[in-house]
C-alpha cells in the first residue's frame, strides 16, 4: 500500500490543522493505522492509532483531549483533527498502516507501510 499525507502548514498556538492520509490500494481497510510525529534531533515518536475498524483508537498522553483520529475506509483515508496546537507539536507527521490487525501497536517498528510526511509548525 502507498500513502500519502497531506494538510500540514504554519498555525499560531492554539489554532487546529486536519491531516489527510490517503491510501492506494483495495486492502485499506485491512490495516491499522496510526500517525507519528519527528521533530528535529529527536526520534520518531507515537501520536495515535485507530483500528481496521475504527471501533478502537489510542492517543499519547501529550496529545489526549487535543487530537482525534479518524478514517473513513470507503475513502480509502485516514484523518488527524488536531486542536489547541501547541509549539511543542511542531514536526514533520507521517501516518503509517500496520498489517498485523490483532494488535493495535503504538511502536514504530511494528509499522509495514509509511508515508512521506508533512510538515506542522506551530507558532508561539
Known amino acids: 500500500v502507498q500513502l500519502q499525507a497531506s494538510g500540514g502548514g504554519l498555525v499560531q498556538a492554539g489554532g487546529s490543522l486536519r491531516l489527510s492520509c490517503a491510501a492506494s490500494?483495495?486492502?485499506?481497510?485491512?490495516?491499522?493505522m496510526g500517525w507519528f510525529r519527528q521533530a528535529p534531533g529527536k526520534e520518531r515518536e507515537f501520536v495515535a492509532c485507530i483500528r481496521w475498524s475504527g471501533g478502537s483508537t489510542y492517543y499519547a498522553d501529550s496529545v489526549k483531549g487535543r487530537f482525534t483520529i479518524s478514517r473513513d475506509n470507503a475513502k480509502n483515508t485516514v484523518y488527524l483533527q488536531m486542536n489547541s496546537l501547541k509549539p511543542e507539536d511542531t514536526a514533520v507527521y507521517y501516518c503509517a498502516a500496520d498489517r498485523n490487525r490483532v494488535v493495535l501497536s503504538l511502536a514504530v517498528d511494528d509499522y509495514d507501510y509509511w508515508g512521506q510526511g508533512t510538515q506542522v509548525t506551530v507558532s508561539s
Open positions: 490500494g483495495r486492502t485499506f481497510s485491512s490495516y491499522n
